[in-house]
């Protein structure tokens, strides 16, 4: 845990415990977009540990079956908190379970749209929803009504599609509300988190400013000194506006160029951050260090390893250098983690996996005894990327496709030498440029070019060529685990094509990648 202070102390919370569904994040998600802060933890959580009391307690779904030896259950204290409850699929058989024991395997599985039949038109949970379309996930279902409860709505194929406590505000639905697939899913999480458990809607990117940048001066305290390293990324960029408004110079950003970013990206990025956002940067050139280490390395994982642990190496020695001026010591470490990374590490994985942690600067913290601050380890992506625009952080850098950590390096396939580096860096640019000319780079994931290094013939200017194949990328994607190539017309391609082998010394052909994810991935190594 990082060292913060619960974000969940300052807003209004709805507590998401997580069962396991693949859909648990998206009801955190959800919430938010109209303005009530979430969070999620995995169903074990115990109550007595949470540190906060949250407004609301949703139950996810899950993979298991209830009834079965190992199925998680959860701490029965949400009970005594005396705040509502509402069990999602897995969930409600889970109240179910504990009220009666009444579930079991259903004839048949039911996956897909159903019909919701409110019986109670008064019910505040289904308020505006009576006939829509509910999405349906299920084998297990209802025997029996749990002790208590009463039926508040049906379908076709589930005569206990919601139930309700007959005194104490605790309901069950078997349907996903969470998915956009149930059409008005989102009014009953509305219902749910507004109208009964009455959770304020105070969470804008404008209140979270205030109140992470007292609760950043809270957690530094008046002298201490905080680093980190910024990439040029969205992320590692508004953190870093947030501590400087924080903390002014106090906060030490460090920037290394490790030979392998983007073309010209260290000056641009010292301008942006120095002129443009006042943060207070150093800028290092180890360049030659990482390229002389990369030298004769073709093997993917090898670059990817080898840039890691120069760069942990790099930024420890530079941090060496950077002495607050009252000969203190640098407390703190900044990371730009975000909320689907800690959701990654904290989700419920089931009795038998582990459970992997998100981030890997354990060594930093540990060689160099710092502690670790998170600030926008609850947002999700959009989250920051409004909350950007709110400090001021240029247009085109808070829309900027992510970049890799290990940069062109596992752009240029095989050997990285700076002339391989140079000619990707080249073309990648003129192709990014022409994106933005086109006007389509928003409408692209991620887009970059790749340099193959494989000879092949061409013909300049009477000339017989004998030079290497750069292949573009570009894909559409919402969350990166699945991801299409963006079909470009036929004319964009003619022109990009033709830009780089003519402005790109070495290049004899351009190739347009077009592979999905899966089977392929994003980038080529
Ligand atoms: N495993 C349970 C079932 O099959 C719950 C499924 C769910 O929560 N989506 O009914």
Redesign the pocket.
């Known amino acids: 845990m990082a060292a913060n202070e619960q974000v969940s102390n300052i807003f209004d919370t709805i507590l998401v415990l997580d ?1 396991g ?1 693949q ?1 648990s994040h998206l009801i955190t998600r959800r919430l938010r977009e109209f303005n009530i802060y979430a969070e999620m933890l995995p169903c074990t959580q115990k109550i007595s540990e949470l540190g906060w009391t949250p407004k609301g307690v949703i139950l ?7 009834y079965a030896e190992d199925a998680p259950h959860v701490d029965h204290a949400i009970f005594d908190l005396n705040v509502p409850i509402l069990g ?4 409600m ?1 889970e109240l179910a379970w504990i009220n009666g024991k009444q579930v079991g395997r ?1 004839e048949k ?1 039911e996956y897909g749209p159903a019909t919701l039949k409110v019986l109670e038109d008064s019910n505040a949970l289904f308020k505006g929803m009576n006939d829509s379309t509910v999405w349906m ?5 209802l025997h029996g009504l749990p002790t208590g409860y009463r039926t508040i709505a049906t379908s076709d194929n589930s005569p206990y599609c919601g139930i309700a406590h007959e005194t104490k505000p605790i309901y069950g639905i ?1 349907f ?1 509300p969470e998915v956009t697939h149930s059409t008005l899913g989102k009014t009953l999480l509305k219902n749910f988190a507004v109208d009964l458990c009455h959770a304020k809607q105070n969470w804008t990117m404008e209140n979270f400013i205030e109140t992470e940048i007292k609760r950043i001066r809270k957690l530094v305290g008046p002298t201490a000194e905080v680093i980190g390293a910024v990439s040029g990324g969205v992320d590692s960029t508004v953190a870093s506006k947030l501590m400087t408004e924080a903390i002014g110079d106090r906060f030490h950003a460090i920037l290394v160029d490790n030979g392998v970013l983007r073309l010209n990206e260290a000056a641009n990025v010292k301008k942006t951050l120095v002129e443009g956002l006042k943060i207070n940067l150093m800028v290092v050139d180890a360049s030659e260090e990482f390229l002389t280490k990369l030298k004769g390395v073709t093997d993917p994982e090898k670059k990817r390893k080898i840039i890691g642990n120069t760069f942990i190496h790099v930024f420890e020695r530079e941090a060496e250098k950077i002495k607050p001026k009252d000969g203190k010591e640098i407390q703190f470490l900044l990371q730009g983690t975000l909320y689907p990374d800690v959701i990654e590490s904290i989700s419920f994985k089931g009795p038998s996996q582990t459970i992997k942690t998100h981030h890997n600067v354990g060594g930093l913290l540990e060689n160099m005894k710092l502690k670790l601050i998170e600030p926008l380890r609850e947002l999700f992506k959009d989250e920051v990327r409004h909350l950007g625009e709110l400090l001021g952080i240029p247009h085109d850098l808070v829309w900027r496709h992510p970049f890799p950590g290990p940069g062109i390096a596992i752009r240029v396939l095989g050997e990285v030498t700076k002339e391989q580096v140079e000619i990707a860096r080249k073309a990648d640019n003129i192709y990014i440029e022409e994106i933005k000319q086109a006007g389509l780079y928003n409408q692209i994931s991620q887009a970059f070019a790749c340099l193959l290094p494989v000879k092949s013939v061409g013909v300049m200017g009477d000339q017989r060529t004998y030079d290497q194949v750069i292949a573009l990328r570009a894909i559409e994607t919402t969350d990166f685990m699945t991801a299409d190539w963006f079909p470009f017309e036929h004319s964009f391609l003619k022109k990009v094509a033709a830009r780089i082998v003519n402005e790109v010394d070495g290049v004899a052909r351009v190739t347009y990648d077009i592979t999905s994810k899966p089977p392929a991935t994003v980038e080529w190594e």
């Open positions: 069962f569904s859909y996810s779904g899950g993979p298991y079956s209830v999602i699929c897995y969930g058989q259903g599985r996930s299920h084998g297990d279902k078997q996903h």
